[in-house]
T-cell receptor, first 113, second 111 residues
């Protein structure tokens, strides 16, 4: 069964900490994405990547960065965590053909205190 | 500005009935429209993809229609079951493989 695995289900961090959220996919997909999901706002795209070492800003990139050193791994970095970054973070991947849906991970519920 | 609206936040139906969810969009010209299911505390799960030149698509008890003139998609769950209770998300593709999501409709099927 194909999978997108997010390293943590729940995470509690302090304001100002640097936070790393890891995502690994085993489907050899070229495209990977990071979204955050908040009640009433739906899923919002933070960053995405078409290939190794390539990244593009999504709709809400401020306060975040990403890293993709290997095809299967896409990391989201919160440079200095703030309370307004408390959210559910979802990683997804998709093949480059674009005729299939996204495969999402189970999500990381991040709380910044 | 671009907008995706799903008809209501919540839909309560009796088991065995058909649930119909609506997705309306403005200022998009999507090549694809997708529907996902999301259970509480979990990531969305892909259900169906329909292309702009397709009018209708079916998968088991699910049916999706796509009207690019009305800028609307309808998502039907026929013979609904309590196990169908979840939040259903509409998503439009824009740019290069990026998806923009609606806020979702939560469906509750009563036994």
């Amino acid at each position: 069964d194909v999978k997108v695995t997010q390293s943590s289900r729940y995470l509690v961090k302090r304001t100002g900490e640097k936070v790393f959220l890891e995502c690994v996919q085993d489907m050899d997909h070229e495209n990977m994405f990071w979204y955050r999901q908040d009640p009433g706002l739906g899923l919002r795209l933070i960053y995405f990547s078409y290939d190794v070492k390539m990244k593009e800003k999504g709709d809400i990139p401020e306060g975040y960065s990403v890293s993709r050193e290997k095809k299967e791994r896409f990391s989201l970095i919160l440079e200095s965590a703030s309370t307004n970054q408390t959210s559910m973070y979802l990683c997804a991947s998709r093949p480059i053909t674009g005729t299939e849906g996204y495969t999402f991970g189970s999500g990381t519920r991040l709380t910044v205190v | 500005s671009q907008k995706i609206e799903q008809n209501s936040e919540a839909l309560n139906i009796q088991e065995g009935k058909t649930a119909t969810l609506t997705c309306n969009y403005t200022n998009y010209s999507p090549a694809y429209l997708q529907w996902y299911r999301q259970d509480p505390g979990r990531g969305p799960v892909f259900l169906l993809l329909i292309r702009e030149n397709e009018k209708e698509k079916r998968k088991e008890r699910l049916k999706v229609t796509f009207d690019t003139t009305l800028k609307q998609s309808l998502f039907h769950i026929t013979a609904s079951q309590p196990a169908d209770s979840a939040t259903y998300l509409c998503a439009l593709e824009y740019g290069d493989y990026k998806l923009s999501f609606g806020a979702g409709t939560t469906v509750t099927v009563r036994a």
